[in-house]
């Protein structure tokens, strides 16, 4: 089914704006008339209606197997079920008593104490600070920052400003 309803897309201008401003205001048509700004062609709209084939539903038949009690004029045996219970087999630890044997009277280590000599150190006093007797002078070195003043010409370079020009 076509919708014949026509339903075009607004426009900013129909809208309008809180201080009206539109073509109109400013003395410029809304729509353009096709004598002064526009052409004389006029485009055709072209429609096509498109059909499809919708398939049709059908009846179906469905097969339903039902069971239908037949009188048989001699006993037929029915296999009842019957509830059958099954054990699981859980593992049980059980406590047994194994003989040992033991030898009477047993053997036992006794850790009897070994004396071990322990060797004292034997101090020995020196004098301190004590006076070695030096033949000749020698010269000693002391590590101390010398200092040594002398004054060393250096040259000073002065830059010169120049002004540079605003364009440039």
Do not use: M
Request: without cysteine; glycine residues 4%; positive net charge.
């Amino acid at each position: 089914a076509v919708d014949s309803s026509n339903k075009e897309k607004r426009g900013l201008w129909e809208l309008g704006s809180a201080q009206h401003d539109s073509y109109e205001s400013y003395g410029y048509d809304h729509q353009q008339s096709h004598g002064y700004y526009g052409n004389d062609y006029v485009q055709k709209e072209v429609k096509q209606v498109i059909t499809k084939k919708v398939p049709v539903p059908y009846p179906v038949e469905v097969e339903k197997h039902v069971p239908v009690e037949v009188k048989v004029p001699y006993p037929v045996e029915v296999e009842k079920k019957v509830p059958v219970v099954v054990e699981k087999k859980v593992p049980v630890y059980v406590e047994k008593k194994v003989p040992v044997h033991v030898d009477r009277p047993y053997p036992v280590e006794v850790k009897v104490p070994v004396h071990v000599p322990v060797y004292k150190k034997e101090y020995v006093e020196v004098p301190k600070p004590y006076a070695v007797h030096v033949e000749k002078p020698y010269p000693v070195y002391v590590k101390q920052p010398v200092y040594v003043e002398k004054q060393v010409p250096v040259t000073v370079h002065i830059k010169e400003h120049h002004k540079k020009p605003f364009w440039g």
